[in-house]
């Protein structure tokens, strides 16, 4: 005797636990062969049983089977077809879609750019080195500079004042200028 014939004495939860156990195999089976993937398969049964929760159990207790199949077959086709709009993307039409991401080119420039500033940072001294990459890399404030260095907040100050004078002084001005690659896109 199956779900079908057997009377409604159980709840709602009961019901759907008792055609999960004998229709979830099948169901997963038969979506596998229209989605042609075990995960997205248990994907389309689930949403199948959150349905069939979801329903009158007495509109559906009597042909549960087919009704089940039928979600089944319905949820695992509009998966296929929602897939099929989000890849096929013709050639020309993505050639024409602007990307958030830099041009190869400005990404080029870009690397070019910070290799010369950590260049000139490496001829720095090391303590202005240590504090501008803390401020600057890390975003440390003086005082938590001050902190992990044992400098005191003022010779933080000093230190940040005259080594990025000297980074100046080292870089090509256009270098500064540019140095912001959202601004050269």
């Known amino acids: ?3 079908e014939e057997e009377d409604m004495v159980d709840t709602r ?7 999960l156990e004998e229709f979830e195999g099948p169901l997963i089976g038969y979506a596998m062969g229209i989605v042609k993937d075990l995960e997205r398969a248990r994907d389309v049964v689930q949403d199948t049983f959150i349905r069939l929760y979801q329903q009158d159990r007495e509109k559906v207790s009597r042909g549960l089977k087919t009704w089940l199949f039928t979600v089944c077959r319905n949820r695992a086709l ?4 929602k897939e099929k709009r989000m890849v096929e993307l013709d050639d020309a039409v ?3 879609i602007v990307s958030d991401e830099a041009d190869p080119g400005d990404a080029t420039d870009w690397d070019e750019r910070v290799a010369q500033v950590m260049s000139a940072l490496d001829r720095l001294s090391g ?6 990459r803390l401020k600057f890399q890390q975003g440390l404030s003086y005082k938590e500079i001050s902190d992990v260095t044992g400098l005191t907040s003022g010779n933080v100050g000093f230190l940040l004042h005259t080594g990025l004078n000297r980074l100046r002084s080292m870089l090509p001005d256009d270098l500064l200028d540019n140095l912001n690659p959202a601004k050269s896109i």
């Open 78 to 81: 509009d998966i296929l077809r």
């Open 13 to 19: 939860d009961e019901f759907v636990e008792r055609a």
């Open 94 to 96: 993505a050639l024409r």
């Open 127 to 132: 303590n202005q080195r240590e504090v501008i």
């Open 1 to 3: 005797m199956g779900l």
